[in-house]
């Protein structure tokens, strides 16, 4: 189990099993955000503050391959399970601060091509379905303003992404987007709860009881893995029931997004 942390620019790596901590990741690490694993358990990671995309073999420290990501800063990312394409959601265009995208790197590797719908300016995470849909989620302005939730999706095959309101709920501030299996799950980092979805209806939900600011969860099955930045720890919650964590772990600073390597 992995554990990012870009406080102090590092992931955390546990035995998932035991919670024991097993060895740490540092090297070529500037603000490390979002994670995720493609089908061979290597763990990529969205390197917010040095603008790229770093791979992780399965128990490695060191990475083995970097994609530039053109100036813009990754914060979460997906990978396609119908062909390994890596999509990457990037807040924001770093050197003139302008609006973020989403970039899918075919195959993991190249350089990367941009999306956007007008309705989204801050490109907060992104998460593919079974079927290679890409579903993503953001705000209508800058980071650190009180923008309006937007959600949208690239269906697989397309080229033009088109924008989703969902409806029989309301999300307050963006939270990551996983497929769980059955549906696409949809965080609300502010009400501290994950929604399921169907396209664009709200379909059930998941509370956190007692968590701060869950940002990059794992669900695993019938555990939801809520790194809990507002807290410092990682919290473990039954999934979809949801309610109070029933295990935590302790970490020294700002836990932001937890991946599990197979």
Not at 21 to 38: A, H, N
Not at 126 to 140: E, Q, S
Request: aromatic share 12%; glycine share 14%; hydrophobic share 35%.
């Amino acid at each position: 189990m992995y554990v990012s942390d870009p406080i102090n620019w590092d992931i955390a790596v546990y035995d998932y099993h035991s919670r024991t901590q097993v060895g740490m990741l540092s090297t070529g690490l500037d603000y490390p955000e979002g994670m995720c694993v493609d089908k061979n358990g290597n763990v990529w990671v969205a390197n917010s503050g040095a603008y790229n995309m770093l791979e992780f073999p399965h128990g490695a420290k060191t990475a083995i391959a970097t994609l530039d990501d053109n100036s813009y800063e990754p914060v979460s990312c997906s990978i396609n399970p119908k062909n390994g394409d890596l999509a990457v959601g990037n807040i924001l265009y770093f050197r003139e601060g302008l609006e973020g995208n989403v970039t899918i790197f075919k195959g993991a590797a190249g350089t990367g091509t941009a999306y956007g719908v007008a309705a989204m300016y801050s490109y907060y995470f992104v998460g593919y379905d079974g079927n290679g849909n890409l579903f993503f989620d953001g705000t209508n302005s800058q980071p650190g303003t009180n923008g309006q939730f937007e959600y949208a999706e690239l269906p697989s095959g397309s080229s033009t992404p088109h924008s989703l309101t969902l409806a029989g709920g309301s999300v307050s501030f963006p939270g990551n987007v996983q497929w769980d299996g059955k549906e696409i799950a949809v965080g609300d980092q502010s009400n501290a709860v994950i929604y399921q979805t169907s396209g664009s209806q709200i379909v059930g939900q998941t509370p956190l009881t007692g968590s701060s600011d869950v940002v990059g969860y794992f669900i695993k099955g019938k555990t939801v893995i809520g790194p809990d930045a507002g807290n410092d720890r990682v919290e473990f919650f039954h999934y979809p029931a949801g309610g109070k964590a029933y295990e935590t772990i302790t970490r020294p600073a700002q836990p932001t997004a937890v991946v599990i390597s197979k």
